[in-house]
């Protein structure tokens, strides 16, 4: 997990760098200083489960295992991207890993995670859906909507809250009813009230397996809710100034990552072990950027392909 | 043989579809139990269980995103959401979800799912209860959008609809409901994106759809007494639109009227008119009409209502009007 989490990071940085050589358009969201959750989850999920990821998608992505190339060329807008540049940084998917979108319409993909736990339960697979989410989507109908049926339909889908204090530009606890935007919420449904400490992978991947396996046992959905901290801004637009100087200080302290190596390294990991992960990820990051830049630039071929299933755009005869 | 209502054909075309293919499940409010609010699934969950007919909270979002979901990991759900005006509550999730997601990930995912409702007006329901909202369905890229207008095309464009791998929303006039006709026994299955020519004349071609159609034809006959003899064409299928068909019968008659029961603006006779326009305007000899509800949100005391919506008589006097002009 000290590799997944660090790989997230450096991505991110990297897709940062590259936001201000504009070799990426658009916006972006970075979940820099959240990664403990991403490689925490995915630790604990087998490769036949499904993700339901946010905007803040590209560590739920990459933590399931698609490669660094296609996440940065579609950024990038290329040929070689993901979904060769047609969704963009918000909508990360890679059906073949499990990762069945990122969604950036707040809370509509809590009902839909809910579709394809049905649809396990339906077909008698034990395949799992974890949808994640921010505080902010705590306030929509969408998550009410989801939960309950989750709830009445006993369905094996895992709805993970990643609270990291700010709804966009506003502090959430001054435009929510409740201190703990998704936990305070669970008795509502029946569920179970987890809080955990979002910045340890360690904690997150341990109460993620054991709402997975109540899940694949057919005893329903569970909520977490994990307590964290974006280090920078919402958006790329975003520098992040709203928030005090001493609450972004404590939370750099807490930062998930140098935290997970120190530990590591009290349970008799070598410096030089360390060293040399941090080593291989640094050059898989400039190789996939490299790669990720000699690919195409998006077409008329693409324009008007895959609106249907036959693979064309037609709408008349 | 076997005479039918629209109610009955609905029943009849998704039981058709679940006895072909287990994947094919059933969700919405009231749709188990109680046999849809409009009597539209009854008898479906004695013969196909709970697990397969499945009632749901009174959560729009969560009916769609749940059948959104269940399409792309392998099932094909139908959708009811109960009056096309709910909608509004849940059109995130038909419009930025499942219309969007298959042009987004480049083709890795499908969405072969059917949203059905109940549209339109005609029962005195009141302006949150009536309106005809073929036409947001038909703007938004990603969706197929069919309306029968009899029992049996019913039948046959469910089955055709369920079958489609792409999302279709399938709306029911409710204004039909209670329509009967003889439907043929054994297993229908018709082709989305043909329009049915129900009349051939040799005047004028009005274009119609849903519960507009029985009035088209009723106002054809009545013209016909008068020396105007129409052509009609029932659309069924707004996406994809059998363009060919309509271009054909507009050019033989050299006129077009559209009866449309959607509020005026951005109809879908509208496009229809800017497709005839761009491709045969020098077949027409006259103007196009478009008969349709004012653009108002629909009342509902009768006497206003059966102004509102294109009746046989508005249709009868349009026509000869723009005929004899």
């Known amino acids: ?317 | 043989m076997a005479q039918l209502t629209f109610r009955e054909a609905i029943a009849r075309g998704i039981a058709q579809e679940m006895r072909r293919d287990e994947s094919v499940v059933l969700l919405g409010e009231d749709v188990g139990a109680a046999g849809g609010v409009f009597k539209g699934t009854v008898g479906l969950l004695e013969e196909f269980g709970g697990v397969r007919v499945r009632d749901t909270p009174i959560s729009e979002q969560a009916i769609l995103g749940a059948a959104m979901g269940a399409s792309m990991t392998g099932l094909r759900p139908i959708a009811e959401i109960m009056f096309s005006d709910f909608f509004a509550v849940c059109w995130d999730i038909v419009a930025n979800e499942i219309a969007k997601s298959r042009y987004m990930t480049n083709g890795q995912m499908s969405f072969p799912l059917v949203i059905r409702s109940g549209n339109g007006g005609g029962l005195r329901f009141g302006a949150q209860h009536s309106q005809s909202v073929e036409n947001w369905a038909m703007m938004i890229p990603g969706l197929k959008v069919v309306v029968p207008s009899n029992a049996r095309d019913v039948i046959g464009l469910m089955a055709a609809a369920v079958r489609d791998p792409d999302p279709v929303i399938f709306l029911e006039a409710k204004a039909l409901y209670a329509s009967k006709m003889d439907v043929p026994d054994g297993e229908i299955v018709d082709t989305l994106g043909s329009a049915k020519v129900l009349r051939q004349g040799a005047n004028a071609t009005v274009v119609a759809l849903g519960a507009m159609v029985p009035r088209a034809l009723e106002a054809a006959e009545e013209l016909s007494a008068n020396g105007i003899d129409c052509t009609v064409v029932d659309v069924r299928s707004l996406v994809p639109l059998d363009t060919m068909t309509l271009l054909r019968e507009v050019s033989a008659t050299g006129r077009l009227f559209t009866v449309e029961e959607n509020p005026r603006l951005c109809g879908w006779g509208a496009e229809l008119v800017s497709i005839i326009a761009d491709e045969i305007f020098y077949d027409l000899d006259g103007p196009i009409v478009r008969i349709t509800t004012p653009h108002i949100p629909l009342p509902a005391a009768d006497s206003l209502e059966d102004l509102a919506i294109p009746s046989v008589e508005r249709i009868v006097t349009t026509i000869h009007k723009a005929m004899n002009s």
Request: glycine share 10%; charged share 25%; aromatic share 10%.
């Open chain 1, 1 to 317: 997990m000290y590799r997944s989490q660090f790989a997230l990071r450096q991505f991110e940085k990297r897709a940062y760098d590259l936001f201000l050589e504009n070799y990426v358009k658009g916006t972006s969201h970075l979940s820099i200083g959240q990664e403990a959750i991403a490689a925490g989850v995915a630790a604990a999920m087998r490769p036949t489960d499904w993700t339901f990821a946010t905007y803040r998608g590209h560590a739920h992505t990459l933590a399931r295992g698609v490669p660094m190339t296609p996440v940065f060329a579609e950024l990038m807008g290329r040929t070689n991207g993901l979904m060769a540049g047609k969704g963009g940084s918000m909508h990360l998917t890679s059906v073949e890993h499990g990762v069945m979108g990122s969604y950036a319409i707040i809370g509509a993909h809590l009902p839909i995670a809910c579709g394809a736990a049905w649809s396990a339960q339906y077909r008698g697979t034990d395949q799992v859906a974890v949808a994640f989410f921010g505080d902010g989507s705590t306030n929509i109908g969408a998550f009410h909507e989801a939960l309950n049926l989750a709830a009445v339909w006993k369905l094996p889908v895992i709805f993970f809250c990643e609270n990291n204090l700010w709804m966009e530009y506003t502090r959430t606890s001054e435009v929510t009813a409740v201190a703990n935007p998704a936990a305070d919420r669970a008795s509502a449904y029946g569920l179970a009230s987890i809080i955990i400490d979002g910045n340890d992978a360690d904690e997150v991947y341990e109460v993620t397996a054991e709402a997975i396996e109540r899940a694949r046992a057919g005893d329903g959905p569970s909520m977490i809710e994990a307590k964290t901290y974006r280090h920078g801004g919402h958006s790329r637009a975003d520098p992040g100034k709203y928030r005090p100087d001493e609450e972004l200080a404590e939370w750099l302290a807490k930062d998930p990552i140098p935290r997970y190596r120190t530990r590591l390294l009290e349970a008799g990991v070598s410096e030089d072990e360390l060293r040399a992960i941090e080593v291989e990820v640094d050059a898989e990051v400039d190789r996939a950027t490299e790669e990720a830049k000699l690919g195409g630039v998006p077409g008329e071929d693409l324009l008007l392909k895959d609106v249907w299933a036959d693979g064309g755009g037609a709408w008349r005869n």
